[in-house]
């Protein structure tokens, strides 16, 4: 049997890229591979190997893409991450608002249509097959009403719709994705799952998936490689993956930390308001296309809200309004904790009372600085700390981050640990300061098993104190913690 790609001991030239031990991996062109394991394990090191990008010493990988003409591995494997999904490594001037500042646009600003269209020429010919192949990849993901749309206004849903598509018009020999369903919502989940089934069976195509979340596992892997602790399990078909895997633990948060959580005294300046958001009559537009229609709303002092919605149905735009990084929230009417937007308490100070995580700001989160830092950046209300943290502010960081199992990241550098670990890092900022509202969208984005669990558990514990509000957006409904007692569903205009 053909392998497509085979490495026999391989160990990185550079330290830093070196798992726990030499790599033996290989795949087998029948073959569609999930990779498992917990966040920080080594997954992504192992693809990084696999897809040639740390050179090895001795022999690199061996590769054989046939029935594939082409030579190069770049050209046979396509490789999206989990980055890709937020924009991408070239997202370097991306900010936290900008998806909500159309002033920002200018004329050379690429719109999704015209780059798609970009990467299908550079792809291969303009021939009637392909633009069928194109138009059905268009019509799957319901990209034509997309592809007007700028691309720094996508939401992270469709951010992966265009990746994967852009990735489909070149036809490679493999695709690796990094988490491929995380973003996408029920019904779109199902088409990339039908999808890639059908592809994996007409075309000469190998799937490879970088799964953190093992319910996830689709039905066309035909073999699970484990990485634990950055080695390198032996492949294993995933029936046989499936009887030995350890089932999704009922609760990982220990009752003394529970029990520390609830125990934590309260802010001698917190807001006690009794509406805590009301929207009047709400309507976002860009340009001719409406994102919320004269919505109202109203979430109480307690509540704990879930927000569901297709993707594109405008769910981070309503949160963006409360939490004021949208400017049309300004000429909307808004009232939160009682105080109506624009009598005069400014939006720092009403900032300071609300926890945020979302994929925009995971998306703007490029910062070389110790993941402390990160997190103590979520007391300054900035992506970025511009003002030093006192030693008692710092210690308030080292518990949340303890709390969420990652002390031992203090003084990592953000950008070198994985995209799940970030992930808890971006979750302790937004908790850091025991917000009266939690916003939380998207949170356990990239987590696995056992930290989604224990995110649900922190969440859960910490709604059970008095004066909490609660607003959650998920695309799995089994994210929602059990504390949830209110449903709103946006449904796209």
Avoid at 3 to 32: C, N, Q, Y
Avoid at 193 to 203: A, F, G, I, M, V
Avoid at 211 to 218: H, Q
Wanted: contains cysteine; proline residues 5%.
């Amino acid at each position: 049997m053909q392998a497509t790609i085979k490495i026999k001991a391989g160990v990185p030239r550079m330290p830093k890229w070196r798992m726990a031990a030499p790599v033996d991996f290989e795949a087998l062109s029948d073959e569609h591979i999930a990779i498992v394991g917990a966040n920080g394990c080594g997954k992504t090191m192992l693809v990084e190997m696999l897809v040639g990008r740390h050179p090895l010493l001795g022999q690199d990988p061996v590769y054989d893409f046939s029935p594939s003409k082409r030579e190069l591995a770049a050209e046979n494997i396509k490789y999206i991450t989990f980055r890709d999904c937020y924009g991408g490594d070239n997202d370097s001037t991306y900010y936290l608002q900008q998806r909500w500042n159309q002033h920002d646009i200018d004329e050379e600003t690429p719109t999704v249509g015209e780059l798609l269209e970009q990467e299908f020429l550079l792809t291969g010919k303009d021939m009637p097959e392909r633009r069928a192949f194109q138009e059905h990849l268009y019509q799957l993901f319901g990209m034509d009403a997309l592809l007007d749309k700028y691309i720094i206004l996508l939401s992270s849903g469709e951010l992966r719709k265009f990746q994967l598509t852009k990735a489909l018009f070149s036809h490679p020999r493999i695709l690796m994705m990094d988490n491929p369903f995380i973003g996408l919502d029920v019904v779109a989940r199902g088409q990339l799952d039908d999808l890639l089934t059908t592809l994996s069976k007409e075309q000469a195509l190998q799937l490879v998936l970088v799964l953190a979340k093992t319910d996830d596992i689709p039905g066309f892997i035909t073999h699970v490689v484990v990485v634990d602790q950055m080695l390198v399990g032996t492949k294993m078909p995933v029936a046989k993956y499936l009887r030995v895997k350890k089932p999704r633990p009922a609760s990982v948060l220990t009752n003394e930390k529970r029990d520390a959580l609830l125990r934590l005294p309260y802010k001698a300046d917190e807001y006690h308001a009794r509406e805590v958001v009301r929207l009047r009559k709400v309507s976002i537009r860009y340009g001719e296309r409406t994102i919320l229609r004269e919505l109202d709303w109203v979430v109480m002092n307690g509540e704990r809200w879930a927000l569901s919605g297709s993707n594109g149905s405008g769910k981070s735009t309503l949160l963006s309004l409360i939490c004021a990084d949208n400017p049309q929230g300004y000429a909307s009417d808004i009232t939160l904790f009682d105080i109506p937007r624009g009598s005069g308490e400014t939006i720092w100070d009403i900032k300071r009372h609300i926890g945020y995580v979302s994929p925009e700001m995971h998306r703007a989160y490029r910062k070389d600085m110790p993941a402390i830092r990160v997190v103590a950046s979520g007391l300054k209300d900035s992506v970025g700390l511009y003002v030093k943290p006192t030693e008692e502010e710092y210690e308030q960081c080292r518990w949340w981050m303890d709390l969420f199992g990652i002390g031992h990241l203090h003084d990592r550098n953000f950008m070198s640990i994985s995209s799940g670990e970030q992930r808890l890092v971006l979750l302790a900022r937004a908790f850091v300061k025991d917000p009266e509202l939690l916003i939380l969208d998207e949170p356990l984005h990239g987590l696995d098993d056992a930290n989604r669990q224990l995110a649900k558990d922190i969440i859960e514990t910490f709604c059970q104190r008095q004066n909490k509000t609660l607003i959650m957006v998920t695309h799995y409904a089994e994210e929602l913690p059990p504390c949830i007692d209110h449903h709103l569903e946006l449904k796209k205009n």
